[in-house]
DNA sequence: TGTGATGTTGAATG
DNA sequence: GCATTCAACATCAC
């Protein structure tokens, strides 16, 4: 369930479990999960490696080892990271499992095997190779407008591309048209400037807040379209009906009579 | 049984 | 070169 906020989280759960603790081995159960290197060479890279940090920028978590290299941990669709002691407690979809000193594990679990792992000896270059764009959460509200300033594919498909923005992705795109009453198809030149800035400002409010409240999903607010995303047909009381479509390619929920296009 | 799923990529098009 | 769209990736749950 990864985006920005979800990602935020496993970087949190990610530091407590791995910081300072020597790898004794890595066990690749599936070296297609691994994307630049096959199973054993990535196993050998990060054999007797520590992780002394982690950096997140939108939706890809970096670890980064005791020699600067950095492993990629990006979750795809499906991914999720688990701390367990017992071999047998392994999750049902584990990839790859870093094993450390203390007999410890955490392992990568993808029942989709979306998510992406790479072994990188160079962040930046990495970066830059793939035009990550800036952390949502980093981004100015000045840079925002350059970035957003004559693009015409719809707002959502704008707030989706992480090689403008990095971080937001299907459902908190959603959201961000939800409370701002804006249509998700609605060109991203056809807003008004105080509009564009409203989705900026929206935008970094809602994945703030869900960062700081994740994991705990009860901790976000009752009037948040969370809770209605995929009710399709529900009655939103002095607004419309939930309805499905198709925006940017992804299954997107807005409510009719509330969020229209402009003419 | 068929359908679709909180993401990214690479090819194709403009 | 850039902006944009879209099929493909692999598996599971409803």
Redesign the pocket.
């Known amino acids: 369930?990864?985006?920005l906020p979800?990602v935020n989280a496993y970087k949190v759960y990610f530091n407590e479990a791995a910081f300072n603790q020597k790898i004794e081995r890595v066990i690749v159960h599936d070296d297609?999960i691994i994307r630049n290197m096959d199973g054993n060479t990535f196993a050998e890279a990060c054999k007797n490696r520590t992780f002394v940090g982690s950096y997140r920028r939108?939706?890809?978590l970096f670890g980064e080892f005791d020699n600067g290299d950095h492993v990629l941990l990006?979750?795809?669709?499906t991914g999720d990271i688990k701390y367990y002691s017992a071999p047998e407690d392994k999750p049902?979809?584990e990839r790859f499992v870093f094993v450390f000193e203390n007999g410890m594990r955490l392992g990568f679990d993808d029942?989709?095997?979306?998510g992406?792992i790479l072994y990188l000896t160079d962040l930046q270059a990495y970066i830059k190779e793939?035009k990550l764009g800036e952390d949502a959460l980093v981004l100015s509200e000045d840079a925002f407008m350059r970035l957003i300033k004559g693009?015409?594919?719809?707002i959502k498909?704008?707030l989706?591309?992480?090689?403008f923005l990095?971080g937001v992705?299907?459902?908190y795109a959603d959201e961000t048209c939800y409370q701002l009453q804006i249509h998700p198809a609605t060109p991203?030149n056809q807003l008004t400037e105080e509009q564009q800035r409203a989705v900026f400002r929206k935008m970094q409010e809602i994945m703030g807040f869900a960062a700081e409240q994740l994991p705990n999903y009860k901790g976000y607010p009752p009037n948040w379209f969370w809770n209605l995303w995929r009710e399709v047909g529900k009655e939103i009381e002095g607004k419309g009906t939930v309805v499905?479509c198709k925006v940017?390619?992804?299954?997107t929920m807005f409510v009719e009579g509330w969020q229209v296009l402009p003419t």
Not at 111 to 114: G, I, L, T
Not at 151 to 154: I, L
Request: cysteine-free.
């Open positions: 369930m990864p985006e979800e297609k939108g939706k890809y990006h979750f795809g669709m049902k979809h029942p989709r095997k979306f992406r793939i693009k015409k594919a719809s498909g704008f989706l591309n992480q090689k990095a992705g299907n459902l991203s499905s940017a390619g992804r299954t």
